[in-house]
């Protein structure tokens, strides 16, 4: 009776532990339901940027592929944007690899995934994928759990897609846009702390720290707006990436 006791205690511990589980893909959520946009088409076209990737797949096998926003799609890389914000920072930060830029302005976790599903992982095969996505959401309030989930399914897609590679999820960064003293990125990224550990192919890390004052605010000297950070912002996040990506390129 008492062994009978002991391993329902342990199964209901492992139930508990969201971190005993692989990242699953959602169904039924709008932060998981694949679709297209193309809410900055003054800026580029989000179809043509899919082609140009999908081109690039056929003609550059990269080490590293980071797939994001436009916080990434305008960093630097390739394939080219419209307009670079911080250029220096990108050639230090993924200096001696060959790197494809997933990002696009404007996208949500639903808008990654519909670009998953239509190739843009495919027949390439980097050891390092890089993952930050989510601060859009946040912007047409989709809860905190939706979100989570958004980001959770492309992390399981991706990982479908391409098994052997490393995966570095990054935490939601601080929005300069947010009331002070109520963040809305951070709940997200507590629950994605809580979800995305304890697998050797996932790391999962929060650098909004290093975008904070010392009081916990955000720091206005490394923003260009509400959300985007400006070349100073940049060269700290390329600062933060490169010791991890280093370490999974082992």
Request: glycine share 8%; hydrophobic share 40%; net charge negative.
């Amino acid at each position: 009776m008492y062994r009978t006791f002991l391993l329902l205690g342990l199964a209901s511990l492992l139930c508990l532990n969201p971190a005993s589980a692989q990242p699953r893909r959602l169904d039924g959520l709008v932060t998981t339901t694949p679709v297209t946009q193309d809410r900055d088409h003054a800026t580029y076209n989000w179809q043509i940027r899919h082609a140009e990737i999908l081109v690039r797949n056929h003609q550059v096998s990269p080490d590293v592929v980071i797939i994001g926003d436009s916080i990434i799609h305008f960093w630097g890389g390739e394939p080219n944007a419209p307009r670079v914000w911080a250029g220096s920072a990108w050639t230090n930060c993924f200096a001696g690899f060959k790197v494809t830029n997933l990002g696009f302005g404007w996208d949500r976790t639903e808008n990654v995934l519909w670009r998953l599903d239509h190739g843009e992982l495919d027949g390439i095969h980097p050891h390092v994928i890089i993952i930050k996505i989510g601060t859009n959401n946040t912007a047409v309030k989709n809860s905190p759990e939706d979100i989570a989930a958004g980001i959770e399914a492309i992390c399981a897609t991706a990982h479908l897609k391409v098994p052997d590679a490393k995966i570095l999820v990054l935490g939601i960064l601080p929005r300069h846009d947010e009331d002070p003293g109520h963040s809305v990125t951070e709940p997200v990224n507590h629950l994605l702390q809580d979800r995305l550990t304890g697998m050797p192919w996932l790391t999962y890390r929060n650098f909004g720290a290093a975008f904070r004052l010392s009081d916990g605010t955000v720091n206005a000297a490394l923003f260009r707006d509400g959300v985007h950070v400006n070349a100073d912002g940049y060269a700290i996040l390329g600062n933060q990436i490169r010791p991890q990506l280093l370490d999974l390129m082992k």
